[in-house]
Structures are given as structure tokens and as C-alpha cells.
């Protein structure tokens, strides 16, 4: 996985409370990105980020959502208010420029 | 028709058998993505392809750029690589086409 650190690896929440999900890119790449899977379907992508800015977040759900990739710390994908829905495997990759992505091993998140 | 196509959808092999998957895609591409998930699992970056033949350890890839294919051979196949393998065409920007995946079953 060169480097790509997601944590947890697995989270279970009750509806309504907040999740966190934390991504550490590679040393030195400053582009990431985060992807969704529900179950039984492929990824699907969320939002991509470089540091401090959000490039693209046509891929995220309007509300309840949002992600940052701040100048020092690991990325950060936080879904408020959870609902079974949200239930799903979240990864993210980073990449040192836009070509070559390296997936992180995933934060299963389960809402009961 | 989609713009990239793997194939089969799923494969059953004996344990020892020589695997391919296969991926074609219609788009221009910067690099080829062949990543593993096992059941329940994670996400495994296998190779990143644009152009030639890489391999590691039982596992090789190839890509075929003038006629826009991809090939995954795993040889003296295990049980152990019972895993879904997806091919993501990466073009101009940094969206990945995904490809349905093959379902990949190594029987003892």
C-alpha cells in the first residue's frame, strides 16, 4: 500500500452521532483523495483534496459531510448525524502528483 | 459499453493454475491501476502501469497501450489469492474509471 495509513480500521456508531475517519498519506504527497464502497458495489469517488483546499467534492453527499486535509495531519472525512445508509467502507489515496494514486487498506464504518 | 472492461467477472481455478485476468479499456490513459480485495478486506495497490511489464513475486502485469489492454497473471495460483482484482484506467486528471472487478476463487 506504500504508506497509505487509515484509522480506525473498523468503526461502529450509533445514528446520530459522528464519525471520524483519518487518512496519513505517503510522506510527501500532498494530493488525496477519498473514495466510498457500499456494499456489494465498486468505490465510488468522494472528494479529492491537496493540502489545506478542496479541489473537488462533486462526488460527496451535501450535507452531513465534509473533509479537510489540513498543512499538518493526517485528512480527515467527518460524517455527522450518522444513518444506516452511511454504513459503507471508506478509502483513501494519496498521490505525489495526479496519476498515480495509493490506496490506504480502508475504515469500515458501521452504523447500527 | 463501458469504458473499461474486465475480464471474466468470475473465475474458478485449482490450486497450481496459471490465472489471467484481462482489462481493456477505451480511454486514453496515463497509468493503469491492478489493486486486490480480499472479502471483508481492504484495498491492495498491486501494480501501477504505463507502459511495458512489471512483476512481483507470482503476480505480473502487463499493458498493451496501442491496443489499450491490461493483463494480470498470477502463477502457481493459492488459495490465498481468492480476491476480488479491479483494473482503474487513470486518464488526463486524477478520476480512475473503475472496472467491475473479477471475482477470483483458488480452490485446494
Known amino acids: 500500500n506504500a504508506g497509505v495509513m487509515q484509522n480506525p480500521r473498523h468503526l461502529v456508531r450509533r445514528r446520530g452521532q459522528e464519525a471520524r475517519l483519518r487518512c496519513s498519506p505517503v510522506?510527501?504527497?500532498?494530493?488525496v483523495y477519498w473514495y466510498r464502497q457500499l456494499p456489494e458495489e465498486g468505490l465510488k469517488f468522494m472528494v479529492y483534496l491537496q493540502k489545506e483546499n478542496i479541489i473537488d467534492e462533486s462526488g460527496m453527499p451535501k450535507e452531513r459531510f465534509s473533509a479537510e486535509f489540513p498543512k499538518e495531519g493526517p485528512s480527515i472525512l467527518r460524517i455527522q448525524q450518522v444513518v444506516r445508509g452511511d454504513s459503507a467502507a471508506y478509502f483513501c489515496?494519496?498521490?505525489?502528483?495526479?496519476?498515480?494514486?495509493?490506496f490506504g487498506p480502508g475504515t469500515r464504518l458501521t452504523v447500527t | 459499453k463501458n469504458e473499461v472492461e474486465q475480464s471474466p467477472q468470475n473465475l474458478t481455478a485449482q490450486e497450481g493454475e496459471f490465472i489471467t485476468i484481462n482489462c481493456s479499456y477505451s480511454?486514453?490513459?496515463?497509468?493503469l491501476h491492478w489493486l486486490q480485495q480480499h472479502p471483508g478486506g481492504g484495498i491492495v495497490s498491486l501494480f501501477m502501469l504505463s507502459s511495458g511489464k512489471k512483476k512481483h513475486g507470482r503476480l505480473i502485469a502487463t499493458i498493451n497501450i496501442q491496443e489499450k489492454h491490461s493483463s494480470l497473471h498470477i502463477t502457481a495460483s493459492h488459495p490465498r489469492d481468492s480476491a476480488v482484482y479491479i483494473c482503474a484506467a487513470g486518464g488526463s486528471n486524477y478520476q480512475l474509471i473503475w472496472g467491475a472487478g473479477t471475482k477470483l476463487i483458488i480452490k485446494p
Open positions: 489515496a494519496s498521490s505525489l502528483n495526479i496519476y498515480e494514486q495509493y
Open positions: 480511454v486514453g490513459i496515463s497509468a
Open positions: 510522506k510527501g504527497h500532498s494530493h
